[in-house]
């Protein structure tokens, strides 16, 4: 007899042991769930990269996510998968994105500095570093992408 898959009863009635202990999904090849002794459920899918190496996916929190669109999250895993496209490759890339920090930086190395005086330069470095830097400097450059099209002065606007 075949197993259920995931369901919302089922993952209630998980309960939590004294040691973490992993459930496999038979519905969705890969899928996963981790129940800690906490009974905090997390979910994972395992998959292979490119160059064969296995990895697993943070996929869904369970309390966060309800089960049917972490199956259907899941499920979007292997049709991406299917198609070709490296998921861990994307990833990589995006987190390897640079950040404001290093365009700021970049920007004040080669447009700041040059043409100004030494306390014009430690003013402005100081507005930037107390200002600019701590509200963006973790936004990766592709977030500011989607205001390419954008005149300065509406630009002012929306931030």
């Known amino acids: 007899m075949k ?8 993952l209630n009635n998980l309960a939590p042991t004294g ?13 996963s769930g981790r129940i800690r002794p906490t009974d905090r459920k997390v ?3 395992e998959c292979r990269t490119l160059e064969v190496r296995q990895i697993k996916l943070f996929t869904w929190s369970y309390c966060r ?18 198609k070709g496209e490296d998921v861990t490759t994307t990833r990589s890339k995006a987190r390897k994105a640079p950040t404001t ?5 970049r920007h004040f190395k ?7 005086k030494p306390f014009s330069v430690s003013r402005d470095y100081r507005s930037r570093e107390r ?5 963006f400097a973790s936004y990766k450059i592709k977030v500011f992408a989607q205001f390419r099209g954008v005149s300065p002065k509406s630009f002012r606007r929306i931030a």
């Open 19 to 31: 040691k973490e202990y992993v459930k496999w999904d038979t519905e969705s090849s890969g899928l």
């Open 65 to 82: 996510l309800p089960i049917n669109l972490g199956h259907k999250e899941a499920r979007s895993y292997l049709a991406k998968r299917d």
């Open 110 to 116: 080669k447009h700041v500095i040059p043409p100004k």
């Open 131 to 135: 200002l600019i830097v701590p509200v």
């Open 101 to 105: 920090k290093k365009l700021a930086e």
């Open 3 to 10: 197993m259920p898959g995931f369901t919302k009863r089922l």
């Open 43 to 45: 979910f994972f899918r």
